[in-house]
C-alpha cells in the first residue's frame, strides 16, 4: 500500500521543501478507509470527551487492513495524522486504533493502551492472522 503522490508533491520533495498540508491531503486521498477511521475516533473522542476513544472492529477487507497498517507504521504519517488531527494515536493488532488528547492527563491511559500488558490483554484467536 503506498501512497498516490502527485507530481506537484514529488517535485516538492525533490526540492527539499514539502507542505505539510498538502502531505496531509495525499494521505487523506490515499488511504481513505485510515483517514476515515482516525477521523472518526477524533470526532467521538470530542463529542463524548474521555480518556480515549478506539475501534475495535476488524477492517472490512485486506485493502482497508492495508490503509490503516500503512498509515499507522509510517512515522511520517503517524506523525502528520497527529499534529493535523492534535491528537496521539495508538495501534494494536491489525485493526484497533486509538486517539488520545494531548496533555498529560492521558498519559496514564495511553501508556496503559500501549504497554506490553494491554498489548497481551487485547489478543485473541480471531485475531492471530490478521
Known amino acids: 500500500m503506498s501512497l498516490d503522490v502527485s507530481p ?15 502531505f496531509v491531503d495525499c494521505v487523506r486521498t ?4 485510515a483517514w476515515e477511521m482516525i477521523s472518526s475516533l477524533v470526532a467521538q473522542l470530542k463529542v463524548d470527551g474521555g ?3 478506539d475501534n475495535q472492529t476488524p477492517p ?4 482497508a487492513r492495508g490503509q490503516l497498517l500503512r498509515a499507522l507504521a509510517s512515522d511520517a504519517i503517524r506523525g502528520a495524522l497527529q499534529r493535523h488531527f492534535g491528537v496521539r494515536l495508538a495501534f494494536q493488532n491489525c485493526h ?11 498519559d496514564d491511559r495511553h501508556a ?17 492472522d490478521c
Open 96 to 106: 484497533r486504533v486509538a486517539v488520545f488528547p494531548l496533555g498529560s492527563e492521558a
Open 112 to 128: 496503559k493502551f500501549t504497554s506490553v500488558r494491554g498489548q497481551l490483554l487485547n489478543q485473541s484467536p480471531e485475531l492471530r
Open 30 to 33: 490515499s488511504l481513505p478507509y
Open 8 to 22: 506537484a508533491l514529488l517535485e516538492q520533495a525533490e526540492r527539499g521543501e514539502v507542505d505539510e498540508a498538502a
Open 60 to 63: 472490512p477487507n485486506e485493502q
Open 51 to 53: 480518556e480515549f476513544a
